[in-house]
């Protein structure tokens, strides 16, 4: 969703702003901006108190809808910007105009602000600024922030932040400068993740790493209720109460050639083909051969609490909650656990029962959606213990949870999520591997599950390898405009995820189902025009399947199964077949569902889409 991104320091800061929102472009907006500090000259007398002595100084905001390219077209090429701010927006309140996207400035143009999350009590705030004479320019929430801050500013603008903050209510991650504090920044948080990056005799702010990782690989993570003050020579945080908080400057681990596309046309492909090494990752150090068991230290919790875990819960969104169902699945039959997966938007408001043995896991990979995180607190309130599953490291759920495991799938950076999502399966195995070696699973049977869980890195390799393939298939049915995705048992999620993936890239409409469920409803669909696309694999349900799928050939629906290689009775029933290589069915998810995000891949290409940044949507959904 929305982008910040700030500089302070002693090179030009136009450039750097706009390079750190091309970096964020990939969390999908709708409208860019920035506002730079031009430096006028020295001058003796200051002005308000406690006010730097400049004169002249001013902001400039240029802001444009459309892409950060468009805005790059309106930005004069010698701008130079001593110090600024700069934003992608991704609408909520006010349409896709310019005059909406932000930096806002406040009425006398020498405040301005970049604001991610929601000010709910806008309305009041607005009208009580209106009824003292301010004249609002745009419809957003955010407008009211620069106005409130101006109307405390008495020439210290941190003070005037912390006094302006404490009348919003909502989530707000912001960055603030004003004209006559050249080289300065103001940062808030609540809700809303906004990191420092400290640089050598600069400093940078914004609302994720990847948007000055080229700058920097020091950061300092915010906490909400956190305020900083950032100037090229360092950086000092505070709570808004003016205590001082003290932070530790973390290392970013990752490569900038992780957030770039190197030979590939899209990040989505290259995350697709990324897979092999990211599942290694997720598994690396993680197995322990010697007690054919998995060690997750990052867990927090001492054997007797795991032993004693009754129920498992997995909270989540969209690709991570179809993660938290596979999850769930093999739990229950494995380790014996009953175990559920819930939908974070519906969990959170449905006063949940909070049982003392159960185990909560908050499944995200940005660690970051709103959802997930508001349910969780909930359940903390309550008294449950929640562990997190994340990729981004320093992300909100990450630190707010108990403990937990890092994915390490590295950024994700196309939207429709991938490479994370098989590394969450890697996570969920290898605690359902801890859980079930706890209780009944055997020696012998834990080592076998070892070993197949080693083999997928190498057999997910071999199903990329039948890419032309699966871009054959994709091409000859790209043109429908209704798909139906079919599975049974793991492969239930397998089919949700695969609808989820082939709908919001290619916008064809796609529906995921178990596939015992379609003789109750969806069969009324099946038409030579309805592509069902089942997956099939040599487990105890596939005859129960092999039945599914004649049902629909019966009424004339075309058949793509997704099956394993020789299984000639199932290629032979449908009209396309693709062949995963053989192995323990309990590891299918993780080869079948590469087949459907490249057959997603390739419809979204085949139909000019734009891959990486799907319409309407955002990576990091951090508003409910
Ligand atoms: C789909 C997709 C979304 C996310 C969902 C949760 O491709 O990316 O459905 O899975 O918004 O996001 P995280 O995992 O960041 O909590």
Not at 293 to 308: F, I, Y
Request: hydrophobic letters at 40%; a negative charge; aromatic letters at 6%.
């Amino acid at each position: 969703m929305c982008g910040i991104v700030g500089y302070v320091g002693p090179r030009r800061a136009t450039p750097i702003l706009l390079e750190g929102l091309k970096r964020l472009e990939y969390r999908g907006y709708d409208s860019a901006g920035i506002a730079v500090g031009l430096a006028g000259s020295a001058s003796e007398e200051g002005g308000a108190k406690g006010a730097p002595k400049a004169s002249g100084n001013r902001l400039q905001v240029i802001k444009k809808i459309g892409k950060i390219a468009a805005l790059r077209a309106v930005v004069p090429k010698d701008l130079p910007g001593d110090w600024g701010i700069g934003h992608t927006r991704w609408a909520t309140h006010g349409g896709v105009t310019d005059a909406n996207a932000h930096p806002h400035l406040d009425a006398s143009g020498k405040i301005a602000v970049v604001h991610n999350g929601i000010i709910e009590n806008y309305r009041p705030l607005r009208e009580m600024l209106e009824k003292d004479g301010v004249r609002f320019a745009s419809e957003t929430d955010t407008e009211v922030i620069p106005n409130l801050i101006a109307r405390y500013y008495e020439g210290d603008l941190e003070a005037a932040v912390k006094a302006a903050l404490g009348h919003f209510e909502g989530t707000y991650g912001i960055a603030v400068i004003h004209a006559d504090h050249p080289g300065l920044i103001v940062g808030a948080r609540n809700g809303s993740p906004l990191v420092v990056g400290v640089g050598e005799g600069e400093m940078l702010l914004a609302s994720d790493v990847t948007a000055m990782i080229s700058h920097t690989r020091q950061v300092v993570y915010l906490n909400d209720g956190e305020v900083v003050v950032i100037e090229p020579s360092g950086y000092r945080t505070t709570g808004r109460d003016d205590r001082p908080v003290d932070k530790k400057v973390d290392q970013v681990t990752w490569e900038l050639n992780n957030i770039e596309k190197g030979d590939y046309p899209c990040y989505m492909e290259k995350e697709i083909f990324e897979q092999p090494e990211s599942i290694a990752r997720a598994l690396s150090g993680r197995i322990d051969r010697e007690t054919a068991s998995a060690k997750l230290g990052g867990l927090n919790l001492d054997k007797r609490r795991l032993r004693e875990v009754g129920r498992v819960h997995v909270i989540a969104a969209g690709t991570s909650w179809h993660a938290g169902l596979v999850g769930a699945g093999l739990l229950e039959s494995l380790a014996r656990i009953p175990a559920s997966a819930e939908l974070a938007s519906e969990l959170r408001y449905r006063n949940p029962v909070v049982e003392k043995d159960s185990l909560w896991f908050a499944v995200s990979q940005s660690g970051e959606t709103a959802d997930t995180l508001y349910a969780m607190r909930e359940i903390q309130r309550k008294g449950g213990t929640v562990l997190g599953v994340c990729n981004v490291v320093g992300s909100t759920i990450a630190r707010e949870s108990e403990g937990g495991v890092y994915v390490h799938s590295g950024p994700e950076i196309a939207v429709a999520s991938t490479k994370a999502f098989t590394s969450q399966l890697a996570a969920l195995y290898l605690f359902t591997l801890q859980q079930a070696r706890m209780r009944d699973l055997s020696m012998e049977e834990g080592l076998r599950f070892i070993e197949a869980l080693e083999a997928v890195p190498g057999a997910v390799k071999k199903v990329l390898g039948g890419r032309d393939e699966l871009q054959r298939i994709a091409k000859k049915y790209s043109h429908a405009t209704d798909f139906l995705f079919l599975g049974r048992g793991l492969m239930y999620p397998i089919a949700l995820e695969g609808a989820l993936k082939l709908k919001e890239i290619s916008y064809i409409h796609a529906e995921g189902y178990a596939s015992g469920e379609i003789k109750h409803g969806p069969i009324a669909l099946v038409s030579p025009e309805v592509p069902s696309v089942f997956v099939v694999p040599d487990d105890g349900l596939r005859e129960k399947t092999i039945s599914n799928m004649r049902e629909i050939k019966a009424r004339g629906g075309p058949v793509i199964a997704i099956g394993v290689e020789g299984d000639g009775e199932v290629a032979s029933i449908a009209d396309d077949f693709f062949g995963v290589p053989k192995g323990d069915p309990r590891f299918y998810p993780f080869t079948m569902i590469v087949p459907l995000q490249l057959i997603a891949y390739f419809c979204a290409l085949e139909l000019g889409r734009d891959v990486d940044q799907p319409r309407n949507l955002a990576k990091s959904v951090t508003v409910e």
